[in-house]
């Protein structure tokens, strides 16, 4: 069964099991799409509205955006779990010849890349989930500005959380041509993200 598939009493239990996975990179992309899915509330308490008719094509946009994007996040919450399972599976291979050595060290650096990869574009979803929050602040209803701010935390969160899955297996990966291109690309997220969401946050708290 997908972890997406669970009871959240169900999900809680597993996380804080002795189970290695689901872990942080699972539970940030969790806190991510709860994130995203505020957005979308917000729009659906905003559309049809009269008060808010000259926003309706943006509200109808972010609405789209927003259900994309959490059907994104929300498969990621498995897909971390996949990528890592992909490297503990690396540790049951055999080890007794020169050549399975070698089979294995390229089977482990083939599965950090993934684990690797996973995270990261869970912090290219994330900022543009971010980017379609920060549309919705002073154009959506302000009886849920707030859930706009807390959106943006709980993105901000899971963001930075993926980013410390980034830089774990980077620190494993031999390829450095592949190190320098997902550090290079995961600290620009993480710049603009910081930015982006203390600014939704800043400008949320003037609205309530």
Not at 44 to 73: D, H, M, P, W
Not at 86 to 101: G, I, L, Q, R, W
Not at 186 to 201: C, K, N, P, Q
Request: avoid cysteine; charged fraction near 25%.
């Amino acid at each position: 069964m997908k972890l997406v598939d669970l009871q959240v009493k169900e999900f809680m239990s597993v996380l804080g099991s002795n189970e290695p996975a689901p872990g942080g990179g699972s539970a940030s992309a969790l806190a991510a799409a709860m994130g995203v899915s505020l957005v979308k509330m917000v729009g659906e308490l905003t559309i049809g509205k009269k008060r808010y008719v000259e926003n309706e094509a943006l509200i109808q946009k972010i609405l789209e955006e927003s259900a994309r994007l959490q059907e994104e996040l929300l498969a990621a919450i498995d897909k971390d779990t996949e990528a890592f399972n992909e490297v503990s599976a690396v540790f049951s291979m055999p080890k007794e010849t020169e050549e399975d050595k070698t089979v294995r060290r390229e089977a482990m650096q083939k599965a950090l890349q993934g684990a690797a990869i996973s995270p990261y574009e869970m912090m290219v979803i994330s900022v543009a989930a971010l980017r379609v929050t920060k549309q919705a602040v002073g154009k959506s209803n302000v009886n849920a500005a707030s859930d706009l701010g807390v959106a943006a935390l709980n993105l901000k969160s899971g963001l930075q959380g993926a980013w410390l899955n980034v830089l774990i297996n980077l620190s494993s990966i031999q390829d450095q041509s592949f190190v320098e291109k997902y550090r290079g690309a995961g600290e620009a997220l993480l710049v603009e993200s910081t930015a982006l969401a203390d600014s939704i946050y800043d400008e949320v708290l003037t609205l309530i």
